[in-house]
């Protein structure tokens, strides 16, 4: 949680369990889910914004949310 918190201030376990959730439900009926160690923060950032318009995800509360989840646990 330490690291997490280190790569984005604040988040919480809810927020990192809910950010999962939205990941998997969002991102997988395309595509395989990438690991987020695959990518660092700035190669994960232009992707997710991508995907986002891709997924139709326009509310910021779930974006925020993968977003979290991604970047606290990239590489």
Avoid at 8 to 21: E, F, H, I, R, W
Wanted: net charge positive.
């Amino acid at each position: 949680m330490a690291v997490a918190q280190q790569k984005v201030p604040g988040v919480t376990m809810t927020d990192l369990n809910d950010g999962y959730k939205l990941y998997v439900n969002n991102c997988s009926g395309c595509h395989r889910l990438h690991k987020p160690v695959e990518f660092t923060t700035a190669q994960w950032e232009p992707i997710l914004n991508k995907m986002f318009i891709k997924a139709k995800l326009v509310d910021e509360k779930p974006r925020d949310l993968i977003r979290n989840y991604v970047i606290s646990k990239s590489k």
